[in-house]
């Protein structure tokens, strides 16, 4: 995306692909959701399920009316929008044409960039490797952090520190050490009930 449609103020966005799904991760886990997956991130997590969105030139600047024409279109009412990292956009635009039409809106983000939209549920996707901005902690509703290693979990306690009382707490194994970790996990959790555990159940569900 040019430096010019983001000036645009968020009028185009780069969409990589927009499906009707079951949430497969965090609180609304098993619910039916329409997720907006926009092209971008520079976080660079190595086990990253996205990578292919991380360029953003190699999606096409998509005018947000015809993003909200199509979730409009399918049963939905819940929208989630991710990434890549959605915030690396203003949110305002599209985030305020979806709830015009009566949608609720959910965002998953790493908080690595400044907030914008209007949101009925944040998810904060904290990464280490591009921490979020202090502002970032007080927007979320839930806070999720994957654990690839034990260290991981002084991470998670960091954020958690951070975050306003009424967020809810997700430890979220890294999938391809999610065997292995898994009883490091419910051992934590069970020492530390402030903290649940999410899986990623789509991949169960083999469901994008
Ligand atoms: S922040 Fe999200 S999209 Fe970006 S590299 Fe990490 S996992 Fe992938």
């Not at 968020?10 to 907006?36: C, M, N, R, S």
């Not at 044409?97 to 904290?126: M, N, Q, Y």
Request: with cysteine.
């Amino acid at each position: 995306m040019s430096n010019h449609e983001v000036l645009e103020g968020g009028h185009k966005l780069p969409l990589v692909e927009d499906f009707y799904t079951i949430q497969g991760e965090g609180f609304h886990t098993g619910k039916p959701a329409y997720f907006i997956r926009l092209g971008g991130c520079d976080v660079g997590c190595a086990w990253c399920d996205a990578k292919y969105t991380w360029n953003p030139r190699m999606y096409p600047p998509t005018p947000i009316e015809e993003i909200v024409e199509r979730a409009v279109a399918c049963a939905a009412q819940s929208i989630v929008i991710t990434g890549g990292e959605p915030l690396l956009y203003p949110l305002e635009i599209l985030t305020k044409s979806l709830k015009e039409r009566g949608l609720a809106i959910f965002l998953e983000t790493s908080g690595s960039h400044p907030f914008s939209g209007i949101f009925d549920w944040v998810c904060l996707s904290p990464k280490r490797k591009s921490a979020p901005l202090e502002g970032a902690y007080a927007h979320a509703d839930e806070l999720k952090v994957v654990i690839q290693s034990e260290e991981d979990l002084l991470w998670a306690e960091e954020c958690a520190a951070k975050v306003g009382e009424k967020c809810l707490l997700f430890l979220q194994p890294e999938w391809s050490v999610a065997e292995e970790i898994m009883p490091l996990l419910v051992e934590y959790a069970k020492r530390n009930p402030q903290w649940s555990i999410s899986i990623q159940a789509h991949k169960y569900m083999r469901i994008p």
